[in-house]
């Protein structure tokens, strides 16, 4: 196992089997503090640096709440346009300085790997929110996290599963480190779903390959569904486009409401989305019409990522087994299951 503590989190390249039990177990002991049971201040005193540079709503928010779950602090910079990258300042310049001002940085950025560049200028772990189409590991930990405990539910496990993915696999960041991951297991069957201009990378295809896994590509949803444990659909990323009118032409094209999910999936099997899904009409990827089905595990998902950042802040600042040491009361009424 390689231990997090110090360490910057910035692929999921780094983490081997074992650490991501690891992070799975620690993710697992947050639930009572995420769900306002008791309060810990094991950070009390930190400082948290939560840098978005591109578009984000859940991985800030929960890189955010996940700190101040611990008892930590949060200074936050949204947007490129009002920081100081826009006057020419390098990433190394920023790290540099962020990692005198804070404990530890959560980053986003819309370049591929500018994270792994900003990281060489920081002293403080530098945890990677995303750089571009490249990587978002934070974002497939919790993914695996939320697969492992869906399948429980039906007795099932990661080893020997069979996962569809949809939409567009070629610029969908968590797509990528996803299928990385998968490869730390056995025997899974993955079926991409895609227009074959928007294809899972070659190189990926041939990591799962080289794990021994099974992949099938194809461009028909209903086809690809048929035996899916999991059912992973992606938005199409707009922002990776060279033009509107390019993204506009593969929006829609695969959709998953209540008719396919009925006629085409395993009645148990798991919908999942990284989210934001396009709920424009135009789009519709996920349809609101499955909102109460109990296989739409998405907002689960998303409550993931909660734990699955409080056990990476944890780990990095190596206080993992002192949450329990500094436990308080919750003082307020909470309605929380
Ligand atoms: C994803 C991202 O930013 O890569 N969102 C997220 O972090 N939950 C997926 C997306 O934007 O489509």
Redesign the pocket.
């Known amino acids: 196992m390689t231990s997090l503590k110090g360490s910057h989190v910035l692929s999921v390249n780094q983490l081997d089997l074992d650490t991501l039990k690891e992070i799975f177990h620690v993710a697992k002991q947050m639930e009572p503090y995420a769900k306002r049971q008791k309060r810990t201040k094991v950070l009390e005193g930190a400082i948290l640096a939560n840098l978005f540079f591109?578009?984000?709503?859940?991985?800030r928010v929960s890189f955010g709440t996940a700190f101040n779950l611990l008892g930590g602090s949060v200074r936050e910079t949204v947007g490129m346009a009002t920081s100081s990258l826009a006057k020419g300042e390098s990433l190394f310049d920023t790290a540099r300085m962020f990692a005198s001002y804070s404990d530890v940085v959560a980053m986003?950025h819309p370049d591929s790997g500018s994270v792994a560049e900003f990281a060489t200028g920081s002293s403080v772990p530098v945890i990677n929110?995303?750089d571009g189409a490249n990587e978002?590991p934070?974002?497939a930990l919790l993914d695996l996290f939320t697969i492992e405990k869906e399948l429980a539910n039906n007795a099932r496990q990661i080893d020997g599963m069979k996962i569809a993915m949809v939409g567009?696999l070629k610029h969908?960041?968590?797509v990528h480190s996803l299928s990385k991951l998968l490869c730390r297991y056995q025997n899974i069957e993955v079926t991409m779903i895609s227009p074959k201009e928007l294809a899972m990378p070659d190189y990926i295809i041939a990591e799962l390959d080289n794990a021994g896994h099974k992949v099938t590509q194809t461009e028909s949803l209903v086809d690809g569904l048929n035996d899916a444990d999991i059912v992973y659909v992606?938005?199409i990323?707009e922002?990776r486009f060279a033009s509107q009118e390019e993204a506009d032409q593969y929006r829609g094209q695969f959709r998953i409401n209540k008719q396919i999910f009925t006629n085409h999936c395993q009645q148990k099997a798991v919908i999942m989305?990284?989210?934001?899904r396009?709920s424009r009409p135009q789009a519709n990827e996920l349809d609101n019409d499955l909102n109460e089905h109990p296989s739409l595990a998405v907002f689960r998902q998303?409550d993931n990522?909660v734990l699955v950042r409080m056990a990476l802040f944890a780990m990095t600042l190596g206080v993992e087994k002192q949450m329990s040491q500094y436990e308080c009361p919750v003082n307020w009424h909470t309605n929380k299951a």
């Open positions: 591109e578009a984000s709503t859940r991985t986003r929110g995303g978002h934070t974002q567009d969908g960041r968590t992606t938005r990323q922002e989305h990284p989210l934001p396009d998303a990522g």
